[in-house]
């Protein structure tokens, strides 16, 4: 055989399989292509949907941090005036239950002060009366003398 005549067959079998190719294999071979970049763009495109959707979400994220930040630190300072007040409150009564307790202590001092001296004013009539009768070497009668008695006590 001649080889003109088989590269002139081998230019047919190439142009019949580069014919074939293009009718049959290329369409869905660029089809498949096709669809896979029209899947990576509407990838790309929710990407950046969702890049952007994040990005809101994390600035929403930081309002909401900085707003809970700002109330607890409000509710924090709202607690330590309540608790300054009620300290403050608790040492007025404090002081007012002292001056009471002080009060009822002068009041208590000051009643057995009082029975004290009755007391010592009694003992004081009665050594008065046991002196007396010591100097007069007789007996008194405490009855008849009962008004005797009664103003050396109120003098007493």
Known sequence: MNINATLFAQAIV??????????????????????????ISEGLAASEKAKSELAVANKRVEEELS????ESATRLADAER???TVIE???????????????SARQEAEQQVVK?????????AALAVKGAEQILKREINPGVHA????????EL
Do not use: C, G, H
């Open 147 to 154: 008004e005797l008695l009664a103003r050396l006590k109120t």
């Open 89 to 103: 409150e608790a040492k007025a009564r404090a002081t007012d239950e002292a001056a009471k307790i002080v009060a």
């Open 82 to 84: 309540r608790a300054q």
């Open 14 to 39: 190439f142009a019949i399989l580069v014919l074939f190719t293009m009718k049959f294999v290329w369409p869905p071979i660029a089809k498949a292509l096709d669809e896979r970049a029209l899947k």
């Open 67 to 70: 707003k809970s930040r700002n």
């Open 116 to 124: 004290a001296r009755e007391a010592l004013r009694e003992q004081v």
